[in-house]
């Protein structure tokens, strides 16, 4: 049992640094994922906001006045009927 430790520690010394540059990929990883999860759910949750804002404002209408065009049907209904 012992022989079976000294081995086991021997290979782990043997590979430390690649284990250690995998642990290092690996937390980097992580914190990208965190942070690009981060950065989605603050852009997500200001767009809701925004969102809740816009719908609360009061909407400016527009009133299209048509005379102008009946006005001018009218001129030209007269006209062909002549």
């Known amino acids: ?18 284990n250690m540059k995998k642990e290092k ?3 980097l990883f992580r914190r ?6 981060g950065l989605a759910l ?3 949750l200001g767009y809701s906001a925004y969102n ?8 400016q ?3 299209v ?3 102008a065009i009946t006005d001018f049907q009218s001129g030209l209904a ?5």
């Open 1 to 18: 049992m012992s022989q079976e430790k000294v081995d086991r520690y021997k290979q782990e010394k043997a590979n430390r640094k690649q």
């Open 78 to 82: 007269g006209a062909a009927a002549e």
């Open 52 to 59: 809740v804002y816009d719908t609360s404002r009061p909407k």
């Open 42 to 44: 603050i852009g997500w």
């Open 32 to 37: 990208c994922v965190v942070g690009v999860l």
């Open 25 to 27: 990929v690996k937390q």
């Open 65 to 67: 006045d048509y005379t």
């Open 61 to 63: 209408t527009a009133q």
